[in-house]
């Protein structure tokens, strides 16, 4: 919790999460009356040290410094092991709850540790490499950097609670690896972030090392969807574990499937995609990938033992089970930038053709930027979304959307001159700067080849 306590309020807030955790464990699956009064006062101090810490739009009045943040940890770290040491050898949900309850914690640690032992910068020296200076790089403003965060312990703590109250492996195996396989994605992508806050907006070149390390996180997190698609398929499809038999061939179909697998996503070029512009053709080759694998490594299988009792319907619901779940991983990127801060520039674009298209997603891969809405004068596409971005009315709403905005793009400079004037007269009343974007869409379609301001 020392390296964590890195902005106003998050500390704080992740062990009230915790706390609230701890003690609702203590309550009702493992009773323990001494860890239950240090969770709830150890939750409350922090919940009231929160409105000093952690003020909107003013500075701090309070802050915890190394000694309130070592406290806190070695209190949870107590807590943690107040919970599972009576029951730790009989079950493996209650070694998870702590874990879970304190993922945050551990991921940003790990991460900065990782990165910092890369780099050959000392670990115990401080930086601007957490989790939560990575969002904030991102345009996300520093409360909603810590409100994130702190929705996502939440939520990866309470599915640590509900394994522990239902007790069920089935469940706890296939919801473990899809955390895992959620929490590797989002500090792969806070990782890249990182990076491009280094390297700078003018320079998108992503390095070799970033590029290598990228496609060992997608490897890594497909391994875990693959692990949690087969044997969530299995599970569902037999009764309790299984018979011995079935236990057997689902044991030496496993590394069949994973090979195979692999092979259809290196043949079906899923490595060498960028997921953050993924569309419907890089959703096709997981699909094809996944399905055509699935057939080939059930093939492989009956050819080196006989099947008997173990139902081959299982590879059918692995196959979409593990689209379902390396798609989400690929296209969970593509929601970053509805993540980013209100108090961006908004920028409405006119025009919602190609180049309007084009243009509005430069704008949303661009911190501190955001694209409020489109103006076109096509009236089948009004209040429709593109790209995630309403077309919010004609050229003639110009004057109505003006005074809030920080900047009008218009990707259409060749309509006739009294079509933009309404534009023109709104932005010029409002004080809001006006830029004609030109493209050249005979010889490179997607490149900015000339922009005039105005």
């Given amino acids: 919790f020392n ?17 609230a955790y701890y003690a ?35 500075p701090a009045a309070v802050f915890m410094g190394d000694s309130g943040s070592q406290v806190l940890g070695f209190a949870l770290a107590a807590l943690a092991l107040s919970s599972s040491w009576k029951v730790a050898g009989t079950t493996v949900t209650t070694i998870l709850l702590p874990l879970l309850v304190l993922a945050v914690p551990i991921l940003d640690t790990t991460l900065v540790t990782v990165v910092r032992l890369l780099e050959r910068r000392p670990v115990t020296r401080g930086g601007r490499d957490h989790t939560s200076h990575r969002l904030v790089y991102y345009g996300m403003s520093e409360t909603k950097a810590v409100a994130l965060l702190a929705a996502v312990a939440t939520a990866i703590g309470a599915t640590g609670v509900a394994y522990n109250i239902l007790d069920e492996p089935r469940v706890t195996i296939v ?102 512009y993924a569309g419907a053709r890089d959703l096709a080759s997981i699909a094809a990938a996944t399905f055509v694998s699935a057939p080939v490594a059930l093939g492989l299988l009956a050819a080196t033992r006989p099947l008997k009792e173990f139902p081959i319907e299982v590879f059918v619901v692995d196959a979409l089970l593990c689209f379902v779940l390396v798609a989400m991983s690929r296209l969970a990127l593509r929601s970053l930038p509805q993540l980013r801060d209100r108090g961006s520039r908004r920028v409405l674009i006119v025009g919602a053709g190609r180049s309007g298209r084009s243009l509005a997603r430069e704008v949303q891969e661009t911190a501190g930027q955001r694209v409020i809405g489109f103006l076109d004068d096509n009236a089948q596409l009004r209040r429709r979304r593109i790209q995630g971005v309403i077309v919010i ?43 004609f974007v030109r493209r050249d869409t005979t010889t490179a379609p997607h490149r900015l080849v000339e922009a005039i301001a105005e």
């Avoid at 390296?3 to 706390?19: R, S």
Wanted: proline share 5%; aromatic share 8%; glycine share 8%.
């Fill in 3 to 19: 390296l964590l306590d890195n902005m106003d309020g998050l500390a704080a807030t992740l062990a009230a999460i915790a706390c």
């Fill in 393 to 435: 009315g004609s050229l003639d709403d110009a004057a109505r959307y003006a005074p809030g905005l920080d900047e009008v793009l218009v990707s259409i400079p060749d309509a006739p001159v009294e079509r933009l004037q309404p534009v023109l007269d709104a932005c010029t009343g409002a004080g809001v700067p006006c830029r």
């Fill in 175 to 276: 919801g473990v690896l899809l955390t895992f396989v959620l929490l590797v994605q989002f500090a792969s992508v806070l990782a890249d972030l990182e990076e491009r806050s280094r390297r700078g907006e003018q320079d998108l070149t992503a390095s070799p090392a970033l590029l290598q390390t990228r496609r060992l996180v997608e490897v890594v997190v497909d391994f875990a969807a693959i692990l949690a698609s087969f044997g969530g398929a299995y599970l569902l499809l037999v009764d309790g574990l299984g018979t011995g038999y079935q236990r057997q061939v689902f044991v030496a179909a496993l590394p069949i499937l994973l090979g195979t697998r692999y092979v259809a996503f290196v043949a079906f070029v899923v490595y060498r995609r960028i997921w953050r």
């Fill in 24 to 58: 609702l464990d203590a309550v009702t699956e493992h009773p323990n009356r001494v860890a239950l009064v240090l969770a709830l006062s150890l939750g409350l101090a922090c919940a009231g040290f929160l409105p000093f810490n952690l003020r909107r739009g003013r």
